[in-house]
C-alpha cells in the first residue's frame, strides 16, 4: 500500500470556522492531490501539487486554500467552512520526473469524512 | 460536456460470471490515458488498470482487462469470474496531456455480486 496517511479521519466542526485536513507521504512522490467526493458527482479535484510550494487549482477550489511547504506534507485548509462542503475528501499522491507522469496512477489515502454543521 | 460518462449507476451480476462496466470519454488531445479505481463499501479508492491511448493491446491485469475501443472512445472494463468482493463502486477516470497529471472522474457504477 502506498504511504499515505489523512488526518484526522473524521472531523465535525461548526459553520464559519477554520478548518485544516492533512495529506502526509513517505512515498517521496512529486504530485499530491485534494478531491472531494460526494453522491452523483464521482471525485472532484480541490487543488493540486506538482512540487514544494508549487501548487493550481482544480475544478472546485472555491473556499479552499493549499500550502506544501515540505515533499511530504500538503494541507488543505478551508478558511471559513461552509454546510456545502461538508463531505469526504480524498489526498492522493502520483510518481513522476519531469513530465514523465502519463502512466503513473493515482494513490489515494483512506479519506476525511467532514461534517460542518 | 462530461469528459467521463458511466451511464450504469447501478449494475448486478451473478458470482462467476462476467460483467462489462462501461466507460465512454470525450477528449481532442491525442495522448491520454484512462484508468479504473474500484471503492469498496469501506471507502478506500484502489487502483486497478491503466490503458494509454497510444497502447496496441487491450491493457490486462488478472481478472480485470480493459475493452478499450478509441473511435468509440470507450474504454470499459470487463471482471471475469465475478467473486463476492468485487461488489464495490467503479471509477472510471482520464488524463489528458492538456491537464498535466491531473485526473477527471466519471460518477461511478455501483457492482454487487449476487451468490
Known amino acids: 500500500d502506498a504511504g499515505i496517511t489523512q488526518s484526522p479521519r473524521h472531523k465535525v466542526t461548526e459553520t464559519g470556522t477554520p478548518v485544516t485536513l492533512r495529506c502526509h507521504q513517505t512515498e517521496n512522490h512529486r504530485y499530491m492531490y485534494w478531491y472531494r467526493q460526494d453522491p452523483g458527482h464521482g471525485l472532484r479535484l480541490i487543488h493540486y501539487?506538482?512540487?514544494?510550494?508549487?501548487?493550481d487549482k482544480g475544478e472546485v477550489s472555491d473556499g479552499y486554500s493549499v500550502s506544501r511547504s515540505k515533499t511530504e506534507d500538503f494541507l488543505l485548509t478551508l478558511e471559513s467552512a461552509t454546510s456545502s462542503q461538508t463531505s469526504v475528501y480524498f489526498c492522493a499522491i502520483s510518481a513522476g520526473q519531469g513530465n514523465t507522469y502519463s502512466n503513473q496512477p493515482q494513490h489515494f489515502g483512506d479519506g476525511t469524512r467532514l461534517s460542518i454543521l | 460536456a462530461q469528459k467521463i460518462t458511466q451511464t450504469q449507476p447501478g449494475m448486478f451480476v451473478q458470482e462467476k460470471e462476467a460483467v462489462t462496466l462501461d466507460c465512454t470519454y470525450d477528449t481532442s488531445d491525442p495522448s491520454y490515458g484512462l484508468f479504473w479505481y474500484k471503492q469498496p463499501s469501506s471507502g478506500e479508492m484502489i487502483f486497478l488498470i491503466y490503458?494509454?491511448?497510444?497502447?496496441?493491446q487491450n491493457a490486462t491485469e488478472g481478472r480485470y482487462s480493459l475493452n478499450f475501443q478509441k473511435a468509440r472512445k470507450s474504454a470499459n472494463l470487463v471482471i471475469s469470474a465475478s467473486q463476492l468482493g468485487d461488489s464495490a463502486m467503479y471509477f472510471c477516470a482520464m488524463r489528458e496531456v492538456t491537464s498535466g497529471s491531473r485526473l477527471t472522474f466519471g460518477e461511478g457504477t455501483q457492482l454487487t455480486v449476487n451468490p
Open positions: 490503458q494509454g491511448s497510444y497502447d496496441q
Open positions: 501539487s506538482y512540487g514544494v510550494k508549487d501548487t
